[in-house]
């Protein structure tokens, strides 16, 4: 399996960030991987932290909760709404840490299929604000980003 680099880009003009990541496998499994609880446990956020679904109802009108815990202790939770899911092809969600409930991330999830069974996944958040982007950039994000998408790639690989 390709070792992929995931781009994490933050526009000038407007406070995104947008994260590109592609995978050797079919959009159908990248997508399943974000929408079934149990999957998306075992793949999302850096290695030093299980995931507890708390909520998860992966269709359009519902909602979401997990938290991640290291040591049986709860160290962060996140929440947020499933604004259109629209299988294989793409995710709207809203994302928000329990811990800044103000600063709500309104992310679109586009999964782009590529030749050879392989998938760009593009990831766009849009928050309020350049001061929350910046702050998400340096909360040390793009170690959960990379972990989780290399977790997922180990997951993939696992499944073939």
């Known amino acids: 399996m390709t070792k992929h680099e995931t781009e994490i880009v933050a526009d000038e003009k407007a406070p995104t960030i947008e994260i ?11 997508f399943r991987a974000h929408v079934d609880s149990e999957l998306y446990a075992q793949w999302v956020g850096p290695r030093s932290v299980s995931t507890r679904i708390i909520r998860w109802d992966a269709r359009t ?11 049986g202790e709860e160290l962060a939770s996140f929440f947020g709404s499933f604004h259109e899911v629209r299988p294989n092809e793409r995710i709207v ?3 928000t840490y329990e811990g800044q409930p103000d600063g709500v ?3 679109t999830l ?20 350049f001061e929350t982007r910046d702050a998400m950039l340096a909360s040390g994000m793009d170690v959960g980003v990379n972990e989780g998408f290399d977790k997922l790639d180990d997951l993939l690989a696992k499944e073939s």
Do not use: H, Y
Not at 20 to 30: H, K, L, V
Not at 61 to 69: L, S, Y
């Open 20 to 30: 590109i990541r592609e995978f050797d496998a079919a959009p159908e499994r990248i």
């Open 61 to 71: 009108g519902g909602e979401w909760a997990f938290a991640n815990d290291r040591d």
């Open 93 to 95: 969600w809203t994302f």
């Open 105 to 107: 991330a309104l992310e």
């Open 110 to 129: 586009t999964f782009e299929e590529l030749e050879r069974g392989r998938t760009r996944l593009k990831v766009l958040s849009v928050v309020q604000d």
